[in-house]
């Protein structure tokens, strides 16, 4: 088992909602060996037993802040809980943060854990990402990588 887990959540035939899954397909190869992969689609609730024994978990989603598609945001899940209102920030709001909670309660919450999201643009019935939201995955791959600490990462093949 990797200590690091990359988490992509997201629903892949609602358009920009799948970008989580999008992103782990193009993370494929790009990544050093030691960091660990999952398409978490929506289904959060089964995630909890990847997250144990974990040092650090990157969760890749789409969310609706109201800012230009594409935009990409870096937070930690305690720094949505404190600015948080009624309005969910998530398009999966309520699974990332459950998961969280659960893991934490069962003491089997990583050391670090990280949301890296899109803005999204399109939420319609689709398995396509609009042009902003999949040009903005390159630019998740390589926040990725500084978050990981990867300094001296060869990346592998552009598209």
């Known amino acids: 088992m990797s200590d690091f887990l990359v988490i992509g959540i997201g629903n892949p035939i609602m358009s920009d909602d799948g970008l989580g899954v ?11 060996d030691n960091v660990e992969l999952i398409e978490g689609s929506v ?16 969760f ?11 935009t990409i945001f870096r937070f930690s899940p305690d ?5 948080k209102g009624i309005e969910p920030i998530s398009l ?13 309660l069962l003491d089997g919450c990583p050391g670090e854990i990280t949301l890296l999201a899109v803005q999204v643009k399109n939420v319609e019935v ?4 609009s042009q902003e939201v999949l040009e903005a995955i390159p630019r998740v791959h390589k926040l990725l990588l500084d978050d990981l600490g990867v300094t001296d990462y ?4 552009e598209d």
């Open 22 to 32: 999008h992103a782990v397909r193009y993370l494929e190869g790009r990544l050093p």
């Open 43 to 58: 289904y959060c609730a089964d995630l909890l037993p990847f997250l144990e024994n974990r040092r650090k978990v990157v």
């Open 60 to 70: 890749i989603d789409g969310v609706d802040a109201g800012a230009e598609p594409g």
């Open 79 to 83: 720094e949505v809980r404190k600015r």
């Open 92 to 104: 999966h709001d309520f699974g990332i943060y459950e998961l969280i909670t659960a893991a934490r």
């Open 126 to 129: 689709g398995e396509e990402l």
């Open 154 to 157: 060869d990346e592998t093949p």
